[in-house]
């Protein structure tokens, strides 16, 4: 868990949670954003087994050490 970590837009505050198979991580993505980014990148942390990456209840297909360009009102 992370709590409005500071950005140059704003805070954002992030959970995560990775499901039991691991196969799908959970991300509770929270912005209280000043400004708006273009894009967002979330890095997909490098777990073997890891398919896919669920952004506030939207599934992403997702690559172990890869990245996700999200947009940023998601």
Known sequence: ???RIP?????VSLRFRLDDEARRLEVDYRPALRRRPLT???HVPPVENLRAVSVNGANLPAMPGGAIVLPPDR
């Open 1 to 3: 868990v992370f709590e």
């Open 7 to 11: 950005t140059e837009f704003g805070p």
């Open 40 to 42: 967002v990148t979330l």
